[in-house]
């Protein structure tokens, strides 16, 4: 077994919060975009994913020999820290470290983060390495870190290991985030309270698609979307929009919503007035592209609201203006002489001076410089560094008033000369946060009244403590007549144990958590009311006491209206599939490409459903005569129908059918379809054709039929002699048979990884799309975070897909290896075996199968470590797949002894299910597998056996009895014969 080496005095990267963004804004400002881009770029090279080795040479030119990097890794603000995995030895920090802990680079160098006592709490230290060595790096750690004066900090901590010079070293960067978190906490409860309403809240919505017209057709509409249009449901799926909304018929809307669906830039209209007779009013309209050619709509009934809306958006078109500028005051000053070349507009309202008051003056001469902090020692930080970050800054402005300030400079030169660029930020945007969130709470009030869905709060014991107008109406209950009730006496006797079983799960449960269900609820008169309520727990910083609220959504027509759907479909499925008759059903329109197919035509036409599904009868070539299609096509479009269509008929073994179609119309508008009916009746004219010949030459066909027996009879002898050669070419004609099933499974295998690595790709760029409007419009961090989450789910999915294509790709190509090898070498069995299992490490995580390994030290092989490893590989995976059931844990157990001076025994075990007698024989044999079409190719033991009896010189051999496992025993040759082959790649 291979143990890992200590890690002691570790950090790392992590995610760069808001303030570092600012930092590296002002970087580029000051001309040193480039400092910023090698701290980027280098950062990346050490921990980015996927990278946990580097180039050993890359790495030591650029963090020792390339002025550049060094220059980055000092001015970088975070806390940068790199030491020896093998001891813990810091070898090298950065200024930030020196700034968060206190410590200089020399009392530092030489010590290990043990010895400095830098972590506040040991457990957090122990939980910090066990990470990095179970995964070989640590992302977004959370810990405390102490100074040398005692003062803790909050840290987020991650750490790569890389290798220079051959020596394995750990890079590892820290920020604090003391006064993020703070803020973070305030903001995670203000948006704990939004949720607790507006999780259950329905927004009126309905979704479009473009058809092969490009109409657009309605696909969905929520609740809200029904009471703000004041239709049913049965109103708007599947019709065009200018059907359901007549009003739009040559408008901008409908035009815009199909741009949408194309383009995916999204429309937005503040206030369109609208009447049909049906509705009327003014209503506010945004669209965003949800799919290929889809589109949702969101609509608002904004009526009695249009004088406010207006004024509204003059309010925000006043404010966004204001924000287009930083909201932060900036300067840029001349170092020479220290005069303000220029400021933005934040500037002149923090200072109280107008731009053309400001400029050509200094910050001295203004008033604004009031702090006790040295100047001049700020500007020969400058001089020196170039930059200084988060310097507490008193500033003044020309009525004599004084702000707490944080100051940012950098310094860049432009036209020879050096500029200083510097950025306060006012800490006084708490404040207003403050503000903005009482105000969210009005709005939250104003919200639960005047929401159109249910919404009740429930105590600890279930009581009801408030609910709104809207859920006594759905139940027909008077206001006030609900209050004190328990949630469980509006509850249908029928929905009352899950219901009661809910409750209880969810008071068990942790603030925050949700559940959501249909319910039936009792009306006030008896009857009931189905109900899709969602239920979420609260905690007493929330809303003053723990309990619960919920939101009540009347679904008592959607739920009719999919019963009766399920039921109509049901009865049709039986029908269509009973049916003796060759029957199918194909797109109106566009290519009439076959939608569903009977049981009876597949037996009919010999094709698969995957050949006939989403094709045409043209593609397929069902047609003998395309010309006959095209007429049969325009006679079907002119009538509406066609019936007893008397066509000639290809099937997939190229066998002419003669039948008779016949054509109707099932369903109304973007639901209809054409259901064909295919009657054979090549057989029934063949008859006729034969009794006609029949009769008309009797005689002859009895001469013809004696003379074909008296030739028969002679040819009897020559047929007896070629049937052993038949027999011969039939069984080369099974075999070739079986070979092209198991390409085609194998071809099936590739489709799954590739096609889930095709879905994730266009999905990453979507993503992408959206990130890139984002960022034009200003990126939020939740987004950010977003993004990266995103990113990271979507690169590990496409990760394992094209692993598992490469993986078969291989394993096909190689049922024809020879004894051949890439690289002959002595190396020791141990350290292989350990290299090994560290490659298939992420393989084994996901797996509940454990994995260990008991080698000699001593065992030491002149041979081919490359080929050994693949045959370890896929032992060990063949054990993991075929040997254990899906889920099943077990244990798969690698050893290996030396048997005499000349060989060794290597053993892998696994205490699975086993083999079948019946297997146990073939199981080398290429092709075998018992999960053709499951993941399985068959190739992998039969490339084993080729490899260890082949190259290595060895026996492999195979032990088992059902339900207790297996055993494959190799045994291998210290040093296998050598040949020419020994330099030739095992594989092109």
Known sequence: MVVAPPLAGMACLFWVPVETLRSLLWVTLTGAVLWAALTITLLRQLAGPGASRVNPQAFARGVTSDEKYREVFQASPDYILIARTSDGMVVDVNEGFEMLTGYSAAEAIGHTMLDLNI??????RTDYINLLIRDGRVRGFRGHLRNRSGVIHDCVASCSIVYIDGVSHSVSVVRDVTEDLAVQRRLSESEARFRALFDGAPIAIMEYELDASNQLIMQSANRGALQTTGLELIDLIGKRIEDVFPGLAGTVIPKAYAQVALTGEPFSRESTDYVDGRIMGSFEAFAAQVGPRRVAAFVRNVTERKKATEALRIAQEQLSAAFQVSPDAMSITRMSDGSLVEINQAFERATGYTREEALGKTVMELGVWRNDFNRAELLEKLRRDGIVHNIPYLQGDRHGNTRETQLNCAVFEANGERFLVSLLHDLTNIKRADRELRESEARLRTLFEVSPTGIIMMNERGNITLCNQRLTDMLGYQPGELLGRTYPELIHPESLAAAKHGIRNLFGAPAGQLASAERRFLRADGGYTWGLVTIRRVSSSEFGTPGTVATITDISDLKKAEAERIASEARFAELFQSSPVALAVHQVGGKYLGLNFNEAWFRTFLYAPEQALQHSSLEIGLWVDPEQRTFFLNQLERDQGVRDFAVLMRRADGVHRQCLLSVRLVGEGPLAVWLTSYQDITDQQKIQEEIIALNTQLEQRVSERTQ??????????????????????????????????LVAGVAHELNTPLGNGLTVASTLDHKLQEFTKLMA???????????????????????????????????????????????????????????????????????PCKVSSSVAEDLWLDSYPGPLGQVLTNLVNNAMIHGFEPGQPGQIDISATALNADQLELRIRDDGRGISAENLSRIFDPFFTTRLGQGGSGLGLHIVHNIVTGMLGGEIEVFSTPGQGATFVLTLPFAPPKSSSDRMPLDP
């Open 119 to 124: 972590w506040a709490i040991p457990s957090e």
């Open 708 to 741: 074909a027996l008296q030739n028969a009879n002679s040819e009897l002898f020559e047929t007896l002699n070629s049937l052993k050669t038949t027999q011969s070419e039939l069984i080369k004609s099974e075999k070739l048979a079986a070979l092209g099933s």
């Open 777 to 847: 419009s200003g990126l939020k961090r939740s987004a950010l975070e977003q993004f990266v989450a995103d990113s990271r789910a979507g690169t590990d999915i496409l990760l394992r897909n094209l692993t598992r294509a490469s993986e078969l790709v291989l394993s096909f190509k190689q049922v024809a290896v020879d004894q051949t090898s890439s690289h002959r070498r002595r190396f020791s069995l141990d350290s292989v075996v350990s290299e090994i299992l560290i490659t298939i490490n992420p393989v084994i995580r996901k797996s």
